[in-house]
């Protein structure tokens, strides 16, 4: 028995082999004016566009309707760079905006690991977002040790870049850092910050920024809309490293 594809199906498929010839932030038909052209109802073009916004092919304004996504943002993981200086090295805008600060928090089992911190240590932690073209690309959440955490001042946030803050307050260089990336469901925290439905998939990395020594200073969870980024690694062949890189390493290289 032949298996027929839903309306809906149809109708995406249509419209994203539409979208190529269409420039970022072009404005589509209302959903009255593709019902009628497809002859179906608005019910089923919402499941049509649904499946296009879900992979990034378009995003739905309010108050400014379905535009043409623009072209995914790249995030370089080798050689690893600060969101900040990949930006900037990009040539990106990006603003960055502080959520909350919260202190003297008892840290959950992975991140008191992390830091390497003591049974009753507490930790402050800072959320924040980051926007590029007016859309919301990612969710921080970063954790310092107590000792750090009342050096920094959380609003610099805003204007100064993470590392440069924990540096500053640590009194001392990153020397390497740690991360390992997962895909999982948002929390209901993290999809409210990323404009998302609760449970929607997003990339997930996790990382520690270590001092000389291998001393913990920081650590977070990062946490990226996979529908406006994608994530690009290129092996490098020499040890050249400037001062907005650090040498980045796996637990099977730590001892």
Not at 24 to 53: C, H, W, Y
Not at 99 to 123: I, M, W, Y
Not at 225 to 236: A, L, V
Request: proline residues 4%; charged residues 30%; aromatic residues 6%.
């Amino acid at each position: 028995m032949r298996n027929i594809k839903p309306r809906y199906v149809d109708i995406a498929e249509t419209l994203e082999s539409e979208l190529r010839n269409l420039a970022p932030n072009s404005l589509l038909p209302t959903e009255d004016q593709m019902a009628k052209r497809f002859g179906v109802s608005r019910i089923t073009v919402r499941a049509a566009l649904e499946m296009l916004e879900n992979s990034g092919l378009i995003s739905r304004l309010r108050g400014r309707g379905t535009i043409v996504s623009p072209q995914k943002l790249v995030r370089n993981f080798s050689p690893y760079l600060s969101f900040e200086s990949d930006m900037k090295k990009q040539g990106v805008d990006v603003t960055t905006r502080l959520l909350s600060f919260d202190k003297d928090l008892r840290p959950p089992t992975r991140v008191a690991q992390n830091l390497d911190l003591g049974e009753d240590e507490k930790v402050s932690r800072i959320s924040l977002i980051r926007i590029v073209n007016d859309q919301v690309i990612c969710h921080d959440h970063r954790y310092y040790p107590a000792s750090i955490a009342r050096k920094i001042n959380p609003k610099e946030v805003e204007s100064r870049t993470c590392s440069e803050i924990v540096q500053e307050a640590a009194a001392a260089k990153i020397r390497r850092v740690h991360w390992d990336s997962e895909i999982l469901s948002a929390t209901q925290e993290v999809a409210s910050a990323l404009s998302l439905a609760n449970r929607t998939l997003i990339f997930t990395s996790n990382y520690v920024w270590y001092a000389k020594n291998r001393v913990p200073i920081e650590t977070g969870m990062v946490s990226y809309r996979i529908d406006r980024c994608k994530f690009r690694f290129q092996e490098r062949m020499h040890d050249d490293i400037d001062d907005t890189q650090v040498a980045a390493y796996s637990p099977s290289t730590m001892k």
